[in-house]
């Protein structure tokens, strides 16, 4: 990015041309990619691609504080009087303490005149629709939960549209990995599971997705796998669908065309699912033309216990990422290192050293010409192991079942339920319900109209929505989103004192004989009820 910012530089001193009005659409958006790409910390980060050595450098004894190049955003700030820019320059070196190479360009570009916004407004999902991924965290504190999905091709989408426009042009993708559906996964202060940095041979086995028969995505095995590759094929590996709030996160890519034709995969659909603060559940739907083996990989940094064959801890320090298989009932699990081609010297980038870069999990199904994976992935401190939750699936795929240890259930509903899961019904795509006796403490409902619990309206609203809510015992909050003005009724044990909506009070009915809550919201918004 550095690079972009001195040509611009560099081009008006010599010019008198001033290109920023120009790449304003291009260039303000950056500051979003950049604070969501490093790590809570601010001493690592999402490493997506060729980006640093992994685990292996995540576990050194000695790391070099972090390079974020903060000068970028001081100039940008400066360009566009952009205060959210200037609020990212000020968090990456005041908060994070990270470095730059030039700080004299830093100390050049920064103009006193713009204020910083408060770093705590910028947004805490963003969607880079271009490559195709999304990152997620709970606050900017250096405790937050932050995670990221990528699902994209290897140079974006707006590439198919400028290739046909320059036939000269001749793609270079060596930095890309074949690690489509990928995931990274950071909480309690760890990096708990993802990538495997710079590379010399790019292989999907270094990744958190799937193997076909052994074979990764795309020409995987050499530096440059995506040469060769149709681009408009490479195109249709996507995020279909994305939605989050801060009480939940859903992400579904479409992986299947990142693989080659001749395995016939028609059909690689990843859901991934997050419910704050507490887990995560990764769905593979997979279907080929024929019966394929399908291996189903997660990295560790450092170490990785197995309780049973369908439970793994994966460790880091004094915290876990605890892995339950759900789905297949049946499966050939095995703990490898994982063991990487590092990149070589120029002209020889694929003859590095053998490197070890943490852990895998390695899982292969039977073969199956169609087959689910559905997994739990909880965070948790160490000490916090001693009592944990039970988990399993319901009607395969269809949901999940979890048990708290306080005794209260969570029903995951992944699909619209015709009829009782556990006594849930809902025609929302997704749904989710955590109650103790007959109170509940979560609801969520994805692009739904209702949701109930054992023939008790729990939740509806008159048009389509989507709605995720936290009871926490002195009333409750959440978001409410549609296309248009919606009615909402929602079952709470009392009339609340207030509700409030975007921080303001505002009219409710309350029916103390059916026990539901009655307003009416507009298109999106937080609301919260005080009891």
Known sequence: ??????????????????????????????????????????????????????????????????????????????????AESQAVAEWLRRDLRTRTWEPYWAFYSYDPSVRPAAIES?????????????????????????????????????????????????????????????FIIYAHGRYLTGDTGYTGVKLTSDHNTVLVDGRGQANDGRHEVFKDVPYDRLDQIRIVEVWATPEYFYARGSVAAAYSPELGLARFDRHLLYVAPDYFIVWDELEAHDPHVFTWLLNAEQRIVEESPAVHLLINKDAALLVQRLLPAKAKVQIAPQMVTTQGRPGSVERGAQEQRGVQL????????????????????????RTRPKASSLDGARGALIVWPDGSREVIALQPTRESVEGVVTDGARAVVSFRQDRWRRLIVHAGTRLALDDKLLLSTSRPATVSLIADG?????????????????????RPREVRVGGVAVPFEYDSKARTLHLRLERAGRFEWIE
């Open 474 to 494: 002195q009333g409750g909050h959440g978001v409410a989103s549609a296309a248009a003005p919606f009615e909402l009724t929602l079952r709470l044990a009392q």
């Open 122 to 182: 910028l947004p805490l999902a963003y969607y880079f629709r271009d490559s195709g991924v999304v990152f997620w965290r709970s606050s900017w504190r250096a405790d937050a939960v932050a995670f990221a999905f990528k699902c994209g091709p290897p140079e974006g989408h707006h590439v198919a549209e400028l290739l046909p426009r320059l036939p000269d042009w001749r793609l270079n993708t060596g930095h890309a990995h074949p690690d489509a559906g990928s």
């Open 1 to 82: 990015l550095h690079w972009i910012i001195r040509y611009v530089d560099a081009w008006e001193h010599a010019t008198g041309e001033d290109l920023y009005p120009q790449w304003r659409a291009k260039l303000l958006p950056l500051k979003y990619y950049v604070a969501h790409s490093i790590l809570p910390d601010g001493r690592g980060i999402f490493d997506f691609g060729d980006a640093g050595r992994g685990a292996a450098e995540r576990n050194a004894t000695q790391r070099e504080r972090l390079n974020s190049g903060y000068e970028v955003f001081y100039r940008i700030a400066a360009k566009y009087k952009d």
């Open 362 to 385: 390695i899982v292969r199904s039977e073969a199956a010409r169609s087959l689910e994976f559905l997994h739990l992935l909880w965070p948790v401190k160490l000490d916090a192991l």
